[in-house]
Each structure stands twice: as C-alpha cells, then as structure tokens.
C-alpha cells in the first residue's frame, strides 16, 4: 500500500508561484508519480509525471516550460514548482503513484493505482 499527502496549495494572482508538495509513505515500490488536475466540471488530466528509477519526465503542453515536476527520494517527496500561473491553471490537484511497472501514457490517470486527496490551487487574473 501506499499514501499520499498533499500539500502546498492556495490562491495566487496570475503570474505568480506556487510548490506543492506530496509526501509518500509505504513499502509498495513506486516506479511513476504524478500530478494530475481536476477543475469543476471538466475531466482529470495529467499534468506532469516522472519515473522514480530515472530522470524522464513528462509534461502536458498546457504546463510545458512553467511547472518542473521533482522528486526527492530520501524524503519520499514529489514536489511540482508551478510558475506563470494562470486561471486556467485552478484546479484541485491530485498526486498519483504507479505501482504496477513501465506505463505506457504516463499522464493518463488509468495508469495510476495510488492517489491523494488532493489540494486546490487557485489563480485569481
């Protein structure tokens, strides 16, 4: 089994920063952890992932080149630096850990059988 706590989230004007924070815990071997986003009345979509045994990593276009996804391995932590916040990036977000080897689409939730309870992130223009 695994656990997922999330942290780090707020309202921030648009343009500004945000790190959430999503601390693990259990002995399940986590081979992917990612963030998704929620916003009312749309579906979850992948954000960012990483694979734990590496260095690759994966973004949605939406977020390429303002979020950095990161992990920090002694403290079980996956952080996700949102900068350039916009509007449209308010949702709640969810950390997400894969237990079950390679994924194929690693920003697609399908893949994920672990998951937080999520934080709400709130950008005001």
């Known amino acids: 089994q695994v656990q997922l706590v999330e942290s780090g989230g707020g309202s921030v004007q648009a343009g500004g920063s945000l790190r959430l924070s999503c601390t693990a815990s259990?002995?399940?071997?986590?081979?992917?952890m990612a963030w998704f986003r929620q916003a009312p009345g749309k579906e979850r979509e992948g954000v960012a992932a990483?694979?734990?045994?590496?260095?690759?990593?994966y973004y949605a276009d939406s977020v390429k080149g303002r979020f950095t996804i990161s992990q920090d391995r002694a403290k079980n932590t996956l952080y996700l630096q949102m900068n350039s916040l916009k509007p449209e990036d308010t949702a709640m977000y969810y950390c997400?850990?894969?237990?079950?080897?390679?994924?194929?689409?690693?920003?697609?939730?399908?893949?994920?059988?672990?998951w937080g309870q999520g934080t709400q992130v709130t950008v005001s223009s």
């Open positions: 997400a850990a894969r237990s079950r080897g390679l994924a194929r689409e690693p920003l697609n939730s399908p893949e994920y059988n672990y």
């Open positions: 259990g002995y399940t071997y986590r081979y992917y």
């Open positions: 990483i694979y734990t045994g590496g260095s690759s990593s």
